[in-house]
């Protein structure tokens, strides 16, 4: 899935190309979902599990199923508890993309308080390194007028904060 996702880089860096793309890199580094983290059981949600059902022409609840499906089919190292169908992964836990590009610098790199106020990003990286999701998952997803209006509120309510930082915009990948 790609996914808009607007960097405020600290005021410091220069508008200069190797400049910015080392700042990136520091502030998207802790989010690389190929990161290794802790080896947990991680549950799949509701959706998924229908989804899965589907795809196994399952019951929903059929769970012990859909594990074995996925055990055989996937190589999926996973069981069912009491909470429900897991996998075991040692990923990122705090993992939010696996590539990300940078289209056009001349394009895509603004100070904060000069860029366009049309985006509307997945998410906004503060200077900080805080990852905030703003509540649009999907980049090319049709949005109603409303949804448009609260995804901008939120997204510019953070960016209005950085004025003097830059803002790249990334399309980020997951």
């Not at 696996?98 to 860029?115: G, Q």
């Not at 390194?129 to 949005?143: K, N």
Request: net charge negative.
């Amino acid at each position: 899935m790609h996914f808009l996702t607007l960097v405020l880089l600290p005021p410091e860096v220069p508008q200069e190309e190797d400049a910015v793309y080392d700042a990136i890199e520091r502030l998207l580094g802790p989010y690389y979902v190929e990161l290794e983290g802790p080896t947990r059981r991680e549950y799949y949600d509701a959706r998924a599990i229908e989804n899965l059902a589907a795809r196994y022409c399952v019951r929903p609840s059929n769970l012990a199923k859909i594990a074995a499906k996925l055990r055989k089919d996937l190589g999926v190292d996973c069981g069912v508890d009491e909470r429900g169908v897991y996998y075991i992964t040692n990923l990122n836990p705090n993992g939010k993309y696996d590539y990300w590009t940078l289209h056009n610098f001349e394009a895509d790199v603004w100070r904060a308080r000069n860029m366009p106020r049309d985006l509307l990003p997945s998410a906004v990286v503060t200077p900080d390194g805080q990852w905030r999701d703003t509540g649009e998952e999907e980049w090319y997803r049709d949005l109603t007028p409303t949804e448009r209006q609260a995804v901008n509120q939120r997204a510019y309510a953070l960016i209005d904060q950085y004025p003097a930082c830059l803002a790249a915009a990334l399309d980020c990948h997951s």
